[in-house]
């Protein structure tokens, strides 16, 4: 019978963070970088934010889980006097975008992908977590969407939202600030040292991923700064490694589903080693054999449970 791979429980990452009761997020504090040319990193181990403060205000990407918000707020007031004008959501996980409706409430306008706006309005079911994510008030909405390709002028910055379809998501957005070369990957990376999560119930693929991330390197040089989920920004060199990794794991995965193995042959043959031992979480939040079998069904288009 075919396991539904799951989450560490303790684990504070990406689809997970906004659900755990057992998270204090009163102790959690934001961790301001400076990135220069304006634009800086809010983390907070979860579905971390992106500013670009200017003249004209700020532009904020992904506005974390609902009780981070004052926090969000705030870290912002230290960097910038100037209203929130715009704000991005990378993808529909409500670490993402779950203090929308307080921090959009002073006139800042939501802009996502139209997937995005879709999922948030009609709820969700992620069965890597059985987490069951209720439909979002209207001024949580974003009130902007876009296809395939947007682009924002901001304070002379050249901000360009480009979705790349079924990767992390069904709804992500690539946010590449040009001027200060950053990149937030959305959750299509999980950066150095982790394998990268794509949620199958919202769409995610493993070919999606490899995509998203060859697209991340056509953006990139040798200085970009990538924003993965959470954690650190990651280099262009790490993006590569992951990148090349998903590509050698696909074509190894395919050759023994075309040989007919079962999924637990799949796994029970380690067609990740030699690949992607260095990519495993120190919490375990992906192993090698939980991520194999993502890959595996990812190729055989095995659908996850819509709810349990
Ligand atoms: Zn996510």
């Known amino acids: ?112 992908h139209e997937g995005l706006r879709e999922r948030m309005a009609k709820g969700q079911y992620l069965a890597a977590f059985n987490q069951t994510i209720p439909p979002s008030p209207p001024a949580a909405l974003p009130k902007i969407t876009y296809a395939d390709a947007m682009t924002l002028h901001f304070d002379g910055e050249t901000v360009e939202l480009v979705h790349v379809p079924n990767a992390h998501t069904d709804n992500d957005t690539i946010v590449h600030f040009k001027r200060a070369n950053v990149i937030h990957a959305s959750g299509t990376f999980g950066g150095a040292g982790a394998y990268p999560f794509f949620d199958m119930s919202s769409g995610g693929s493993l070919a999606g991923m490899t995509a998203a991330e060859e697209k991340m390197l056509s953006f990139a040089d040798a200085n970009t700064k990538i924003m993965a989920d959470e954690g650190e920004p990651a280099s262009t060199e790490a993006l590569k490694a992951t990148h090349d990794m998903l590509v050698a794991l696909r074509a190894r995965v395919q050759k023994l589903i075309d040989e007919g193995k079962s999924e637990d042959q799949v796994v029970a043959a380690k067609p990740i080693q030699g690949l992607g031992d260095s990519w495993e979480h120190a919490a375990g939040f992906l192993n090698a054999d939980t991520f194999t079998r993502m890959a595996y069904q990812s190729l055989k288009g095995i659908r996850p449970p819509a709810a349990r």
């Open 1 to 112: 019978m075919r396991r539904i791979f799951a989450a560490a429980a303790t684990v504070l990452c990406c689809a997970s963070a906004f659900a755990q009761p057992q998270i204090d997020y009163s102790k959690l504090e934001i961790r301001t970088t400076d990135f220069g040319r304006g634009v800086y990193l809010l983390g907070w181990q979860g579905g971390d934010s992106l500013i670009l403060v200017g003249d004209d205000g700020v532009l904020l990407v992904d506005t974390s889980v609902a009780q981070m918000g004052d926090k969000i707020k705030a870290a912002i007031a230290n960097v910038s006097g100037k209203p929130i004008r715009w704000i991005v959501n990378t993808h529909a996980h409500a670490d993402h975008f779950g203090a929308n409706e307080a921090l959009a409430k002073d006139g800042a306008l939501i802009v996502a």
